[in-house]
């Protein structure tokens, strides 16, 4: 009997180009073009084909026509959607070159790193963050290297050899746990290696290997509502020392996509007060060992309690005997880490041709951040020019001397204390900043313009100091003195009433009489107080908000001489183009973002 062959092509043979064209036409019926048999019967042919074709089915309202569910996305789709994919890559590059102080350009290189891969196979990092608690900061460690120990095992295999070895990590040095097969030489199991800043371990894990996973493992410091940055970037934007050779350690920026967060027992929970609430689609998730804690069912808590010490007990059970399966599936979906293993698939599966849902996720935070950074930089940049006298330390320092107890020595010194003010402290910034945007106005008139006698800027500024110096000083001068003298004459009049009393037919006691006259000061100070906080008060809003009508009248005067000179419309600045460009390639991104599938 010959040996049988494999159906496998022979190597050295090459592909017929005619053979695979005619494997994928479609079929044809040829049944018109079949030679008869001279010893059939007429119309056999015919009576076997209508045996074997299938029956014709009518449309009726109890049967319905067949619907078919597209299982790949059309050709003009999968077009569409990789213009959308490279207009957003390019749109993102732009925003790296002309906007690197408004984005996070850390998780913009992770975005674009992948928008480069290939649609639904980009690599996904996600960290496992260990918080460490107040004064036991290894116990947070060794259960942030469990949780992910026993997320990765096999448990149908013994204990392999990346295990010891990650359970050997150094506590405080980070390591990067590389899923999937070697694609450089055979599966050797597992390698512990150094190249470049971290520590890599390469493992295979049936469940994880098609996702294209990169893990974070690293010990952090519990979160703060406090910082600048807010706490999604703190956990998502990780800042990992790495140290140089001169023994000092440089912090370099580390993305991820997602992050678990790992605390160990009660007293941890402070450190997850500022950690958002978790969510089955959101990219953080928090995660406390709390041995033998098992909440009632349907209770919601901001974070996933889990029993690591129940999950390696199940573990081991089935390492040890087969037979222990229910055993282990019992003590696994006791210890809730099927929680953390399904919140850790959301959004990394791949479909071919479609992006994946953190990758998109991971570009509309960036996108979100820089219109913040935006809107935060115009917010600063217009914060600073209404500023008055009483925000600067010279001005409080004259502001203090206008006290209400001061007045009995200072109510003629009113004046020349706030003309101070306002000469030195009111828009003095916003008033030089208008000098030098009057020459290139000026320039913008045609010549067919006759020239018009006018000043050479803007006197809305300098003429609300005139008329507040003129109008609203006199007054503020003039209610001091009136309010120092009613109080005077107030307690002049209580005093002598008080004398009265006491020289009177003996009725009233010394003390009584006193008491008349310290009612008559007592009442007669919070009146004085009362009346001339009031009155600073009232002053000093209506000289912001004179202020605020000074600069918007300034500005609508450029902007008339501009539109009324050229027609070019408003005069921009060099920060205001940049800011409009910004937001217009943020705009673009966003577009861009909304049709990439």
């Known amino acids: 009997m010959p040996p049988p062959r494999s159906l496998r092509p022979l190597s050295g043979l090459r592909p017929n180009p005619l053979a695979a064209s005619l494997h994928h036409r479609p079929l044809l019926c040829l049944r018109g073009l079949e030679p008869l048999d001279p010893g059939a019967r007429p119309g056999a042919a015919r009576t076997a084909t209508a045996a074997t074709a299938p029956r014709r089915s009518y449309v009726s309202p109890t049967n319905p026509p067949p619907t078919t569910t597209p299982t790949t996305p059309t050709a003009p789709a999968l077009e569409s959607s990789i213009d959308a994919r490279r207009e957003l890559e390019a749109t993102l590059h732009d925003l790296k070159k002309h906007a690197g102080s408004y984005v996070n350009l850390s998780r913009l290189h992770l975005a674009l790193l992948g928008l480069g891969q290939p649609a639904g196979q980009e690599s996904i990092r996600v960290a496992v963050l260990g918080v460490a608690n107040e004064g036991d900061a290894s116990g947070t460690a060794t259960t942030a290297k469990a949780v992910l120990q026993l997320l990765l095992a096999d448990p149908l295999k013994d204990a392999e050899e990346w295990e010891t070895q990650l359970a050997a990590r150094r506590p405080g040095f980070p390591v990067i746990v590389k899923v999937g097969r070697k694609r450089d030489g055979p599966d050797t199991g597992v390698v512990m290696e150094r190249r470049g800043m971290f520590e890599e371990v390469h493992v295979s894990s049936p469940v994880y290997d098609s996702y294209n996973l990169e893990i974070l493992l690293m010990d952090v410091n519990p979160p703060s509502s406090q910082e600048d940055v807010s706490i999604e970037e703190q956990l998502l934007d990780l800042p990992v020392d790495i140290p140089s050779n001169t023994g000092k350690f440089s912090p370099i ?15 941890s929970l402070r450190s997850l007060a500022s950690v958002p609430a978790n969510d089955e689609t959101s990219v953080i998730y928090s995660a406390v060992n709390i041995p033998g804690y098992h909440p009632p069912e349907g209770t919601s808590l901001p974070f996933q309690p889990i029993d690591v010490a129940t999950a390696r007990q199940g573990v081991d059970l089935i390492r040890q005997d ?3 399966a229910m055993d282990y599936e019992r003590a696994w ?19 071919p041709g479609t992006t994946k849902p953190v990758v998109l996720s991971l570009v509309s935070s960036v996108l979100q951040e820089t219109a913040a950074a935006i809107q935060a930089a115009e917010s600063r940049r217009f914060a600073g020019k209404l500023t008055v006298a009483t925000q600067s330390p010279s001005a409080l320092a004259r502001w203090k001397k206008l006290g209400w107890w001061k007045l009995f020595w200072r109510v003629d010194d009113v004046t020349m204390l706030t003309n101070d003010m306002l000469n030195q402290q009111f828009l003095p910034s916003a008033e030089k900043n208008l000098v030098p945007l009057v020459p290139p106005t000026r320039t913008l008139l045609p010549a067919t313009v006759p020239p018009q006698r006018e000043t050479r800027w803007p006197t ?49 006691s010394l003390y009584e009489a006193g008491a008349v006259a310290a009612l008559g000061v007592v009442w007669s ?34 902007a008339q001489a501009v539109e009324g000179g050229s027609g070019a419309g408003t005069l921009a600045g060099e920060g205001e183009a940049e800011l409009e460009r910004v937001r217009e390639l943020v705009a673009k991104a966003e577009e861009a973002l909304a049709r990439l599938k």
């Open 322 to 324: 087969i037979r222990n």
């Open 460 to 508: 809305h500024i300098s003429f609300t100091r005139r008329y507040l110096q003129e109008e609203t000083i006199p007054a503020l001068q003039a209610l001091a003195q009136k309010l120092v003298l009613q109080c005077y004459a107030t307690c002049g009049l209580t005093a002598s009433l008080s004398g009265l009393l006491y020289v009177s037919a003996g009725v009233s």
């Open 253 to 267: 920026m580390t993305p991820v996509h997602k992050a678990l967060v790992v605390a160990d027992g009660f007293a």
């Open 333 to 351: 979906f006791s210890s809730n880490l099927p929680a953390l293993a399904a919140w850790l698939k959301t959004g990394i599966a791949q479909q």
């Open 525 to 558: 100070l919070r009146r004085l107080q009362k009346k001339w906080e009031a009155a600073r008060g009232f002053w000093e809003g209506e000289v912001r908000e004179e202020g605020r009508k000074a600069v918007r009248g300034a500005e609508e005067s450029i």
